[in-house]
């Protein structure tokens, strides 16, 4: 069904997207093997970065770029699209690839900042890999220069495998001596092992455009070359003919640019170009379509590309979906569509795709064969004597083009159309009333007799002009083929014309029931104005943008429904957001949306603030799921949003700010539910906010933090888009924030030295998902010192047996001090090494695994007593402190029915150290703190019966036994520092009276370097 008009594989509807990792304090349920939110972190074309782990999106404007406005949703497909505001044009006018804003798209194709260090791009038709640190001055660059035409993504495809077989005709066309001789084939594919028996003797020239040389490696394009021209085991279609090969692909996937590349290196050289591979839906106006369109005019070359292996309508990708391209769908052995066979019809036109069915290289192998006995023929005339020639298998020709491949009939036919297929298009409703349309197709005999033919039509919508016609020797003839649109059903529908032996697919596509949506803006000061607008199908889910307002007016045909259309208008320094709550439409429809009724978005607290970021949600509930938009940004531009009633059940609306100084910050989230509310600058007093005195200690010495907390405020928000904040450490402020048991607030740390201008992610600590109640008083510390290992605050993290005596742990063993408060690996992991090993007490390895976590298996069913290590090292240049951990969980164990948590006690060890962790030098006494607790989410567990402390002042050279008192879960122990020492290490053991025991080394736990007053 039509959906508006959605060009591509992204619709861009300016929007964002992430995970869930558990909040604090809910129940904690045992999974099998370790769930890693990993984060990855996106650096955009403009410079900004976007980092992502679960449902978090942390948008980082680029330097200089702080009073960008961003534009942010989540899809109802799950991808996260962050679009700043200077982009919005660029995009829109076609001249920047949506594609580079798609966040999780971008994460996908391995073009996050993990994978490397470079953003691949074609800039009109050259590849470019501009460093990510200098895309800011390229950003500038691509804006203001206007001798670029196009900046693309250069995306990834994916090699396509179909199955290998041989009812294509092919032996019969042998038996005419037809083998290929004379041609040339390319194959664009993962390289050839040039020692292939198959392949002696028939590669001309073989070229890599990858970097690592033309060996297959993968094993893809061995057999696709084989399949084409091998003589032997796989049995080419084409043994005669010859052969180039272009490596573009690297195992399984393969860069754009490569691809180019090749097929302009391969289109003047080969009759016959090969591309078993793909990606993601197209129009045909993607830079590898558009190069297969001009490479094929410009050389005659026939590029026959794989259909894809979507198996959905309209999921024909790149580059068949090129008109000039050969799309090739696939068949089973036993002549039934292939499931997985990308449907059409085309996106964006509604042309006919793919072309016929068969695997691509067969299709290859078989153009050989006809340019052998028709080396004159175009590559045009090539691609549609192969579909003319083809056999249905009784599906649309929207599913199988003409149909099955049949190369021994396309060798044998007289008669050739010199199309291979004819688009009527979209019939705009309702069009019953459209009159009939009548187009032609040329048919050409081949041969020098006078051939006359009948002509038939397998549609009632379709008529042609004649039963029979003569084509003239060497000449040809017309054919015209009428649709009458009032017997056409809605949706896509296709009919064969047969002539003779030749079949060409007709195509066609009636329109839903649609109506024009015309959306007026008018601007803060009462004239015509700017805007980008959008509209959300509420049944489906779809979003389609408008275009650009003109004289502040914009219209767009939609299918019949309910929908809500987003608007954000353009001032001087300053923006509106509109939502216009549902609008049903069932006939041409027209609403006005007017900034002068926008409401400023602010709040009055009791102390004089600066605005610090500002964020909009809006929330719908549509398509089954769920569509999140909104714009953020860090500026003092002034945001005003209208004012509108709606139904909860399917929008609802918040605005998130940050206002601060002077040693207060203010967190102020105002959900609303249902509709946008009149007042959006509401009165909040410090009584009414929950308060959180807060301290922020350093590691050794003054470093940079950076703060960032979000919240879970909106009723049905599946993601939250966050900001973060750089502030000095060690630091000490007050913190405000709403409190209200709907809003759940995300809590993160960060820390760098001061020598690190930009954040980096690690040095994270995370404080859970806190739900703050309004009024109360309390004091938070971050950033504390000592490290101990941590099994309890995510969801993923833990130690669990399973019934089938499998289970796992995963664990960080550099949680700092303070309670209910992590690292994650996913964070820590680049300057962590570790290693997890489990064993029975007597010395059985049942699991030794590099990193924090490790499977187990085959656990023994009876009572086991079991030794858990883990040891791990770090060198991060933020800290001194703990560069060592080890620590020994010893617990018994026996078969399970359910999933559990083990009941092995945890350790927390904090102190009162100044704000660099450091503790007084000469101090007869000092106390530490150490809580133990069971397990998180375990049941069972035994009281604590001891706990048993040492320390060294030298680095583990010596230790010394330490006092400690305490009983159940709390304990001190009293340290003496002597005079001149630097760091401290301990050890700590506790043990409860089931025998379950932990011991925890730290090296260099904190520093003592602070004479007493």
Not at 59 to 81: C, E, N, S, Y
Not at 604 to 612: E, I, S
Not at 795 to 806: A, D, E, I, S, T
């Amino acid at each position: 069904m039509l959906r508006g008009v959605a060009i591509g594989a992204v619709v861009v509807a300016f929007a964002g997207t992430v995970l869930v990792p558990l909040e604090a304090g809910a129940e904690r349920l045992p999974s099998r093997g370790p769930r890693l939110a990993a984060p990855k972190v996106v650096t955009l074309v403009s410079g900004d970065r976007v980092a992502v782990q679960g449902d978090q999106v942390t948008i980082m404007p680029g330097p200089g770029r702080d009073g960008v406005l961003f534009h942010q949703r989540r899809t109802a497909k799950g991808h996260v699209l962050v679009v700043p505001e200077d982009a919005v044009p660029l995009v829109r006018n076609g001249k920047v690839d949506k594609r580079l804003f798609d966040v999780t798209g971008l994460i996908e194709q391995g073009r996050d900042d993990g994978s490397r260090d470079t953003l691949p791009l074609i800039v009109d038709r050259t590849a470019q890999a501009p460093a990510k640190s200098a895309l800011g001055g390229e950003w500038e660059g691509i804006k203001s220069d206007p001798g670029i035409g196009k900046v693309w993504l250069d995306g990834r495809l994916r090699l396509l495998d179909a199955e290998s077989f041989a009812q294509v005709g092919a032996p019969k066309a042998w038996e005419l001596g037809l083998g290929g001789r004379g041609v040339v084939v390319a194959v664009l594919d993962g390289g050839y092992d040039p020692e292939h028996p198959d392949l002696r003797g028939k590669v001309l020239e073989a070229k890599d455009f990858t970097g690592s040389g033309v060996k297959d490696t993968f094993g893809h394009g061995t057999h696709v070359a084989a399949t084409v021209v091998g003589d032997g085991e796989f049995g080419g279609v084409a043994k005669d003919a010859r052969l180039l090969v272009g490596k573009v692909c690297e195992e399984d996937t393969c860069d754009e640019s490569a691809v180019l590349a090749a097929m302009e290196w391969a289109a003047p050289r080969a009759g016959v170009v090969n591309l078993s591979l793909g990606g993601l839906a197209s129009d045909g106006t993607d830079p590898l379509s558009l190069a297969v369109d001009r490479l094929s005019e410009q050389h005659g070359t026939l590029f026959v590309v794989a259909a894809g292996n979507e198996g959905e309508i309209g999921s024909v990708g790149s580059p068949a979906a090129a008109g000039a391209a050969l799309a090739a769908g696939s068949v089973s052995k036993a002549d039934r569509l292939s499931r997985v066979s990308s449907r059409g019809p085309r996106v964006g036109d509604f042309a006919v795709k793919p072309d016929l069915v068969a695997p691509a290289p067969h299709v290859a192998g078989a153009a050989a064969l006809v340019k052998q006995a028709h080396p004159e023929w175009s590559g045009k005339e090539l691609k549609a004597a192969l579909t003319g020639a083809a056999r249905s298998v009784g599906r649309g020709v929207y599913e199988e083009g003409s149909g099955r491949l049949d190369v021994a009939k396309a060798v044998a036919n007289v008669v050739v159309p010199a199309v291979s297929s004819l688009s009527f298009g979209v019939l705009r409703f309702p069009h019953v009333q459209l009159p009939p349309i009548t187009k032609k197709v040329i048919y050409r005999n081949v041969s020098a007799e006078d051939v006359t033919v009948p002509v038939s039509v397998d549609h009632a919508a379709v008529a042609v002009g004649d039963s029979r016609i003569t084509v003239p020797g060497n000449g040809s003839a017309e054919v015209a083929v009428a649709l009458d649109p009032a017997k056409v059903a809605v949706g896509s529908g296709g009919a064969r014309v047969v002539v003779g032996d030749s079949v060409v697919a007709v195509g066609f596509t009636a329109e839903p029931e649609m109506y024009e949506l015309a959306v007026t803006v008018v601007g803060r000061d009462g004239r015509p104005a700017d805007a980008e607008v959008s509209a959300l199908e509420l049944g489906s889910g779809d979003s389609v943008d408008f275009e650009r307002p003109v004289d502040g007016v914009t219209k767009l045909r939609l299918v019949k429904g309910s929908y809500s259309v987003d608007v954000l208008v353009r001032g001087d320094r300053e923006y509106t957001w509109a939502s216009t709550g549902k609008i049903s439409l069932d006939r041409a429809t027209a609403v006005t949306v007017d900034a002068r009724q926008g409401k400023e978005v602010g709040v009055r607290l009791d102390r004089q603030v600066a605005r610090k970021y500002l964020g909009v949600d809006a929330v719908y509930q549509a398509g089954g799921g769920r569509v999140q938009t909104g714009v953020s940004t860090r500026s003092q531009d002034r945001v005003f949003a209208v004012p509108v009633e709606a139904d909860a059940g399917y929008f609802n609306f918040g605005t998130f700010q940050i206002w601060g100084e002077g040693g207060h910050e203010y967190f102020v989230a105002s959900p609303h539910a249902g509709g946008i509310p009149v007042v959006l600058t509401p009165r909040v007093r410090d009584r009414e906010l929950y308060e959180e005195k807060v301290r922020y200690r350093a590691q050794g010495a003054p470093a940079i933090g950076s703060r960032s907390s979000t919240p879970f405020y909106v009723k049905g928000q599946s993601v939250t888009f966050g900001v973060v904040f750089d502030l000095p450490i060690p630091q000490r402020r007050v913190e405000h924030f709403t409190g209200r048991p709907d809003v759940k607030w995300v809590m993160d740390f960060f820390q760098r030295p001061q020598s690190q201008p930009g954040l980096g992610f690690d040095g994270h600590i995370s404080a859970g998902r806190p739900v703050f109640v309004a009024g109360e008083r309390a004091e938070r510390s971050w950033n504390s010192v000592v490290v101990t290992t941590d099994l309890n605050l995510r969801g993923f993290h833990g130690l669990v047996r399973y019934p089938n005596n499998g289970g796992y742990v995963q664990h960080w063993p550099f949680a700092p001090g303070e309670p209910n408060a992590s690292d994650e690996l996913v964070f820590g992991g680049p300057y962590v090494t570790a290693r997890t090993k489990l064993s029975t007490v007597d010395g059985k390895v049942l699991a030794d695994n590099q990193g924090v976590w490790a499977n187990f298996r085959d656990l023994p069913e009876a009572p086991t007593r079991y030794v858990l290590d883990v040891e791990a090292q770090r060198s991060p240049k933020w800290t001194p402190f703990a560069p060592k951990v080890a620590t020994r969980f010893t617990f018994g164990s026996a078969k399970t029915d359910a999933q559990v948590y083990l009941p092995v006690p945890t350790l927390r060890i904090s102190g009162p150290f100044d704000d660099l962790n450091r503790a007084p030098a000469g101090c007869a006494v000092f106390p530490l703190d150490i809580s133990v607790t069971p397990q998180a989410g375990s049941a069972g567990a035994a009281a604590v019966r001891s706990v048993a402390v040492q320390a060294s002042v030298d680095d583990g050279a010596t230790w010394r036994s330490v006092p400690v008192v305490g009983a159940k879960a709390r304990w001190k122990a009293l340290v003496r520092h002597p005079d001149g020492v630097e760091f401290v290490s301990l050890k700590v053991k506790a043990v409860d009276a089931a025998g379950n025991s932990v011991e925890q080394m730290t090296m260099r736990a904190y520093g003592v370097n602070r004479p007493l007053g």
